[in-house]
């Protein structure tokens, strides 16, 4: 009686705190996370884990909830053959565990596969988007870079203050200065070209492409805009159309 009462209230437990409002399929989580263009958390758990279940309350009590509306929050449960599967493939036994991918075009090339124990997530995210949204801001493109620290504004103390006071600058300064001259648009198109350079040089060429955009982007009527366009042509056989390419970019094809 006394097994039964206890593996009654061990159900009750899980079904209660388990995060229910999680996506639970990896495939959906990543359709979901491309189509919004927004990173995705992958959290590897078991119900029949210690660790796994004092995750799951923390959970349960809302200290992830900061996170909800900028991540895509994807449960997976080892006991699933699938999920231990994939887990496993990736050289991984440790549980719980968070795997962090993001599917936003600007992102994506400079995100890793990330691998978080729970009690690092704050921490590894802070360290993550703080320093992508730096490199944006050093090469001028300050919507990438205000995306990159918005996503971790929520996070609790200082990290999420820092991030914060970041886009508030960030939003300052495109008040203040959305009448820039052509010498700084050219300048900014400039530095998107020297990046698109040196990706090609490395073999990067969807990187490159991008950044080509970019540079199109910031200064569209320029010598550099011409330069880029010119250069996006000549690389366009050796890009991932399926990343950054929209179906009239194809000259004329169709998928």
């Known amino acids: 009686m006394i097994k039964k009462s206890t593996l009654l209230l061990i159900v009750i437990f899980n079904c209660s705190l388990f ?4 996506i639970q399929d990896y ?5 979901i996370a491309t189509k919004q263009k927004k990173p995705v958390l992958f959290l590897y758990v078991s119900p029949k884990q210690k660790e796994s279940l004092e995750l799951s309350y923390v959970i349960s009590k809302g200290h992830l909830d900061c996170l909800d509306d900028k991540f895509v ?13 994939r887990l496993k493939s990736l050289n991984m036994n440790q549980i719980p565990l968070f795997i962090l991918q993001d599917f936003n075009p600007e992102r994506k090339l400079s ?3 990330l691998f978080i124990p729970p009690p690092q997530i704050f921490n590894a995210l802070f360290e993550v988007y703080s320093t992508i949204g730096n490199q944006f801001m050093n090469i001028g493109d300050t919507q990438a870079a205000r ?3 918005e996503l971790i504004s929520g996070i609790p103390n200082e ?3 820092q991030a914060k006071n970041a886009v508030k600058q960030i939003d300052n300064k495109n008040k203040k200065g959305n009448s820039d001259s052509k ?3 050219a300048k900014t ?7 698109a350079s040196i990706s090609v040089k490395n073999g990067n060429f969807d990187k490159a492409y991008l950044y080509l955009q970019k540079a199109i982007d910031a200064a569209p009527k320029s010598k550099i805009a011409e330069k880029a366009k010119l250069e996006m042509d000549n690389i366009l056989p050796k890009v991932d159309k399926s990343k950054f390419l929209k179906t009239k970019d194809t000259k004329g094809s169709k998928k």
């Open 27 to 31: 495939e959906e989580g990543i359709k």
């Open 111 to 113: 995100v890793n596969m």
């Open 19 to 22: 995060g229910l409002d999680w």
């Open 159 to 161: 990290m999420g203050t």
């Open 147 to 149: 995306g990159a620290f």
């Open 73 to 85: 929050m994807v449960q997976l449960i080892v006991d699933k053959p699938e999920n231990s599967k």
């Open 183 to 185: 010498e700084e648009k």
């Open 189 to 195: 198109a400039k530095s998107f070209f020297d990046k």
